[in-house]
């Protein structure tokens, strides 16, 4: 079976019937069960933050943080932090390749790679996300790309009508990024783009694994999304 076949045949498939073929099994989550950021808030510490944005309410109910695998959850697509030539390696990008299976190299492959800060679009195959968007980041520090991947992902996504996404902590680990302040561009990004684009997303999902990135996040959504 070519990918092309393969991912029409998924992304046509009814939700049971591709629940069955999951790669995480029956351990998938839904968005019902991802708080929004109004109902994490409550069990988090309280900091006295400067901050540029004005609260609202609405935004803060369409961002989320979520602790876990990002291959587990059942929305619209997850983000791939990719290396520039889609085949995948270790880290997030492994477990993306290994859980939406053969398919999804295939389909990359025909892709061509791509330039840091850019994204493409893929079927999601055996994940429980309906796509993939895959987006290269910089190696170490250097913001303006960064801020690229988090901007043409969420566009890319708006452009095929796809309204929860989840984004990994893109280019730290071994693109050595530093934590703190790759949350900073992603957080600044996402807050600066559902300003203009609100009705086009549902929800935008931080997916943390590191307990480091779970403290920076729930110190600096405080900021970018005051409560």
């Known amino acids: 079976m070519e990918f092309e076949e393969a991912k029409n045949k998924y992304l046509n498939m009814n939700l049971e019937e591709k629940r069955s073929g999951y790669f995480c ?6 968005l019902e069960n991802i708080p929004t950021w109004v109902e994490y808030s409550a069990k ?8 540029a944005y004005k609260k609202d309410e609405r935004l803060n109910k369409k961002v989320s943080i979520f602790v876990g695998d990002i291959t587990v959850l059942e929305i619209d697509v997850i983000v791939n ?17 290994e859980a939406a299976g053969k398919f999804l190299r295939a389909e990359c492959v025909k892709l ?9 679009i893929t079927g999601g195959y055996k994940l429980p ?7 290269a980041g910089p190696i170490r520090e250097k913001p303006d790309i960064l ?18 996404i989840a984004f990994p902590c893109i280019s730290t680990g071994l ?16 807050r600066e783009y559902l300003e203009k684009n609100e ?26 999304f005051p409560i």
């Open 25 to 30: 099994k029956t351990n998938f989550v839904t």
């Open 44 to 51: 988090v510490k309280k900091k006295k933050l400067t901050s």
């Open 81 to 97: 932090a990719a290396d520039p030539i889609f085949l995948g390696c270790g880290g997030v990008n492994g477990a993306i390749h």
């Open 112 to 120: 061509n790679g791509f330039p840091p800060g850019e994204a493409k």
């Open 129 to 135: 996300s309906k796509y993939v968007i895959h987006t």
């Open 147 to 164: 801020t690229n991947c988090y901007f043409n992902s969420l566009n890319l996504a708006q452009e095929n009508g796809l309204k929860t």
């Open 175 to 190: 693109f050595e990024y530093p934590n703190q302040y790759a949350a900073e561009v992603a957080l600044k990004t996402v």
């Open 199 to 224: 009705a086009s997303m549902d929800r935008v999902i931080f997916c943390l694994f590191l307990s480091e990135d779970v403290a920076i996040y729930e110190s600096l959504m405080q900021r970018y």
